[in-house]
């Protein structure tokens, strides 16, 4: 794969309250492509920030309808990964790639 893929399937760190408890655990968590499979995060993980990955969890969050000002409209589904490291390896996401 291309590093421009590897770019496309990480789309953003989850930064939240949740995710940074589940920091302590060695985990990290990424909104990835909708269309991305396991095995391509792990390889756009540990290619972009240098890890190495013990396994990888998915879910997708279902878009809300939502009305603003009496228009229905709604949000997009959003695939998150959930990326377990190996032990001793670490990501900060405060300095960005």
């Given at each position: ?26 985990k ?7 269309d ?32 603003f ?29």
């Open positions: 794969m291309s590093r421009e893929r590897y770019y496309d399937i990480i789309l953003s760190p989850v930064i939240t309250e949740k995710s940074t408890y589940a920091a302590e655990d060695n990290v968590v990424f909104n990835v492509a909708n991305a499979t396991k095995p391509e995060i792990k390889a756009a993980v540990e290619a972009l920030f240098g890890v190495k990955v013990k396994k990888v969890n998915t879910l997708v969050r279902k878009g809300k309808v939502k009305r000002r009496g228009t229905v409209g709604k949000q997009k589904d959003v695939k998150k990964a959930i990326v377990t490291l190996e032990e001793g390896q670490t990501i900060d996401l405060a300095s960005g790639l």
